[in-house]
């Protein structure tokens, strides 16, 4: 047996109104399959917010048990912000690394799916941190998305770092690419870039948003913050 409910199968297909029904009647939230699905996990999967919105208001746990089923890391991977969104107001934990995934930064990177890595980076994920010496930067080049590697690098991405093969991004890109070019057009930090990463890690993760209401000229609130 597969332990899959008709709850998994209806977040799976993304029928709120079938999963609203079998949860008012019983059905359990924190059923896990035998691959290590749950409810919350398969409404990621489909991309269904309300699918998503539903079970976390049933107080499903946002952390499950196998780590290759990860609500957050599978709403990064297939570039369903809005599902990330929710998972990140509930108190997901934006920096979770797994073994074998890395973070969910590293997930959206490694996808391509530039909507969930400005989230996340903007949620504050730290964007050093990927798979073991692997950063999210390694993966966005390997992915040959120009744009994410600019958002990155915009973030502060160490475009000098090297993973386990002693590869920096640069080697990773190909030559005359668009990535290789972000990533050669890019010089120093300038100081006022400096003055953002340290101010954004002072307030820390949990802090962020409180930015806005710091006694700043607008424009450098604007700055902090990214917009």
């Not at 208001?57 to 991977?77: G, N, R, Y």
């Not at 490694?110 to 994920?125: D, K, P, T, W």
């Not at 958002?151 to 030559?175: E, H, I, Q, V, Y």
């Not at 668009?178 to 050669?184: E, G, K, S």
Request: with cysteine.
């Amino acid at each position: 047996m597969d332990r899959v409910s008709p709850l998994h199968e209806a977040c799976l297909g993304g029928h709120y109104a079938c999963a609203k029904f079998l949860l008012d009647n019983g059905a359990n939230v924190e059923a896990v399959s035998t691959d290590g699905a749950t409810p919350l996990f398969n409404s990621c999967s489909s991309g269904s917010a309300a699918c998503v919105r539903l079970i976390l208001q049933q107080s499903a746990s946002i952390h499950t048990p196998c780590q290759l089923a990860s609500p957050i890391h599978e709403a990064a991977k297939k570039g369903h912000r809005d599902c990330l969104e929710l998972l990140l107001s509930y108190g997901a934990h934006v920096d979770v690394e797994l073994p074998v995934m890395g973070t969910p930064l590293y997930s959206a990177c490694e996808a391509q799916a530039a909507n969930c890595v400005r989230l996340l980076l903007h949620s504050g994920a730290d964007v050093q941190l990927g798979c073991g010496q692997d950063s999210p930067l390694h993966a966005a080049v390997r992915g040959g998305g120009a744009d994410v590697v600019d958002l990155l690098l915009d973030f502060g991405a160490d475009w000098c770092c090297r993973n386990a093969d002693g590869k920096t991004p640069l080697d990773l890109s190909s030559s005359n690419s668009a990535v290789r070019v972000a990533l050669q057009k890019r010089g120093p930090c300038s100081l006022s870039q400096l003055c953002r990463f340290c101010i954004r890690r002072s307030l820390g993760r949990s802090r962020l948003h409180r930015a806005s209401s710091l006694f700043l000229p607008h424009s450098i609130k604007d700055f902090l913050l990214y917009q």
